[in-house]
Nanobody
Framework: QVQLVASGGGSVQAGGSLRLSCAAS????????MGWFRQAPGKEREGVAA????????LYADSVKGRFTISQDNAKNTVYLQMNSLKPEDTAMYYC???????????????????WGQGTQVAVSS
């Protein structure tokens, strides 16, 4: 059974850091694409970052480039999102997702992903 378990959210002040983790099991661990999305209250879910587990190649939304880093530990079947220089506008529920046959150029599209974690809340205060 495919399962994604996200953790690591919390409350920090602006300028602080958090590291989110997404532990994958089952087929999700062999996916073509792993991504992080976020959804703020009243807003649509948006793609934040993605990684190709096979190559380690990464992509980021413009709003987080230079501040967030997506990485993986293949031995632990875990994908991370290191978030530095956090801003109040980064406040959202963060979700990890897996796309068994994801297309790289569509990494930011929700419907590219088949499996989703439960979400972990990030709150950044000014």
């Amino acid at each position: 059974q495919v399962q994604l378990v996200a953790s690591g959210g919390g409350s920090v002040q602006a300028g602080g850091s958090l590291r989110l983790s997404c532990a994958a099991s089952g087929y999700a661990s062999g996916s073509a694409l792993m991504g992080w999305f976020r959804q703020a209250p009243g807003k649509e879910r948006e793609g934040v970052a993605a990684i190709d587990p096979g190559t380690g190649n990464t992509l980021y939304a413009d709003s987080v480039k230079g501040r967030f880093t997506i990485s993986q530990d293949n031995a632990k079947n875990t994908v991370y999102l290191q978030m530095n220089s956090l801003k109040p506008e980064d406040t959202a529920m963060y979700y990890c997702a897996a796309a068994p046959s994801g297309r790289w150029y569509s990494w930011y599209r929700e419907n590219e992903y088949k499996y989703w974690g439960q979400g972990t809340q990030v709150a950044v205060s000014s």
